[in-house]
């Protein structure tokens, strides 16, 4: 079914489904050998999911005669991709921390457990922002199991598409103190204009000395919607009803460095493959990539506002 703009989901549907198999990819590079996280909060909320596909994904139980798409040399690539991805915005968020930033927003924070995992300073304040359904299913699975956040953490339930920038003001965000931002896997799912209204929105939010973290994938201007349909049909077949072909938005759109940097933010990036490099993995074949093809991950931070 084709986005629409007010369209919802859970955790097993639509775009929350993603942010399942997203968390099941960090649980697989938590178990890894040379794993480069370390998430011990990913396969109990993907279990507490319940979505087969996913758990079998977790056990290593999707064999190569049930589905192509995770042959070793494809479920490799997945791992490293998610492991100098998930690392990469760990690391961000511990630079900005030790640079003194106490304020931190996770935009569609879906199962994201950094609040809980990582080792934030004293006096953090994490905020969340998600789904209503989204958050309360991550705040009392990871309460049943005895979880506790280590900063204080501010669940915000809006979805983004609404007036999010008064929902986080409301419940406590300082706009005169420096903010450190995420989107992680979030923008192949706005609107090209959606997504330049996500970070004008957190331009005005931010203070100088803020900084903001994202990645872009120049792939998404000539997706093809057609393939990524046609994959998803070998998904539903054994179990995970999701068509990636609807989900994202495809097209031009700003490249996310110019734009911010046109927004007084000093922003750079590093693509996927320097980080594979850098953490001494294999780079992946360009058949068992990612369809979307090279991702770059992107910082920067506002020196001063543009009137």
Same mark, same amino acid.
Do not use: C
């Given at each position: 079914?084709?986005?629409?703009?007010?369209?919802?989901?859970? $955790? %097993? =549907?639509?775009?929350? +489904?993603? /942010?399942?198999?997203?968390?099941?990819?960090?649980?697989? @590079?938590?178990?890894?050998? &040379?794993?480069?996280?370390?998430?011990?909060?990913?396969?109990?909320?993907?279990?507490?999911?319940?979505?087969?596909?996913?758990?079998?994904?977790?056990?290593?139980?999707?064999?190569?005669?049930?589905?192509?798409?995770?042959?070793?040399?494809?479920?490799?690539?997945?791992?490293?991709?998610?492991?100098?991805?998930?690392?990469?915005?760990?690391?961000?968020?511990?630079?900005?921390?030790?640079?003194?930033?106490?304020?931190?927003?996770? $935009? %569609? =924070?879906?199962?994201? +457990?950094? /609040?809980?995992?990582?080792?934030?300073?004293?006096?953090? @304040?994490?905020?969340?922002? &998600?789904?209503?359904?989204?958050?309360?299913?991550?705040?009392?699975?990871?309460?049943?199991?005895?979880?506790?956040?280590?900063?204080?953490?501010?669940?915000?339930?809006?979805?983004?598409?609404?007036?999010?920038?008064?929902?986080?003001?409301?419940?406590?965000?300082?706009?005169?103190?420096?903010?450190?931002?995420?989107?992680?896997?979030?923008?192949?799912?706005?609107?090209?204009?959606?997504?330049?209204?996500?970070?004008?929105?957190?331009? %005005?939010?931010?203070?100088?000395?803020?900084?903001?973290?994202?990645?872009?994938?120049?792939?998404? @201007?000539?997706?093809?919607?057609?393939?990524?349909?046609?994959?998803?049909?070998?998904?539903?077949?054994?179990?995970?009803?999701?068509?990636?072909?609807?989900?994202?938005?495809?097209?031009?759109?700003?490249?996310?460095?110019?734009?911010?940097?046109?927004?007084?933010?000093?922003?750079?990036?590093?693509?996927?493959?320097?980080?594979?490099?850098?953490?001494?993995?294999?780079?992946?074949?360009?058949?068992?990539?990612?369809?979307?093809?090279?991702?770059?991950?992107?910082?920067?931070?506002?020196?001063?506002?543009?009137?």
């Amino acid at each position: 079914m084709p986005r629409a703009h007010d369209d919802n989901w859970d $955790l %097993a =549907s639509s775009v929350g +489904a993603t /942010a399942t198999m997203v968390a099941a990819g960090r649980a697989m @590079v938590t178990k890894a050998p &040379d794993g480069l996280i370390n998430d011990p909060f990913a396969e109990p909320l993907v279990r507490a999911v319940g979505v087969d596909f996913f758990t079998k994904m977790m056990d290593g139980e999707l064999g190569t005669e049930a589905l192509e798409d995770f042959r070793p040399e494809r479920v490799q690539a997945m791992i490293g991709g998610m492991g100098v991805r998930t690392k990469y915005f760990d690391e961000y968020f511990i630079d900005a921390t030790n640079a003194g930033i106490r304020q931190v927003v996770i $935009l %569609a =924070s879906g199962l994201d +457990a950094r /609040a809980y995992r990582l080792p934030w300073p004293d006096g953090t @304040v994490l905020y969340e922002i &998600d789904q209503p359904q989204v958050i309360e299913f991550k705040t009392t699975t990871l309460a049943d199991i005895g979880a506790e956040p280590t900063a204080t953490r501010r669940a915000v339930a809006i979805d983004l598409r609404g007036d999010w920038p008064t929902a986080v003001t409301q419940a406590g965000l300082d706009t005169s103190q420096p903010t450190a931002w995420l989107a992680e896997g979030l923008l192949i799912y706005l609107p090209p204009e959606a997504q330049d209204r996500l970070f004008d929105n957190i331009t %005005a939010l931010s203070a100088p000395g803020s900084t903001v973290a994202t990645e872009f994938v120049p792939g998404i @201007v000539d997706f093809d919607v057609e393939k990524a349909s046609e994959m998803s049909g070998r998904f539903r077949d054994h179990g995970l009803d999701i068509d990636m072909g609807s989900l994202v938005y495809s097209g031009a759109r700003n490249h996310v460095v110019d734009y911010l940097r046109d927004k007084g933010w000093d922003a750079d990036g590093v693509t996927r493959t320097e980080l594979f490099e850098q953490h001494g993995l294999q780079i992946p074949a360009p058949d068992d990539d990612d369809p979307l093809g090279e991702i770059i991950f992107i910082s920067g931070r506002l020196d001063q506002k543009r009137a």
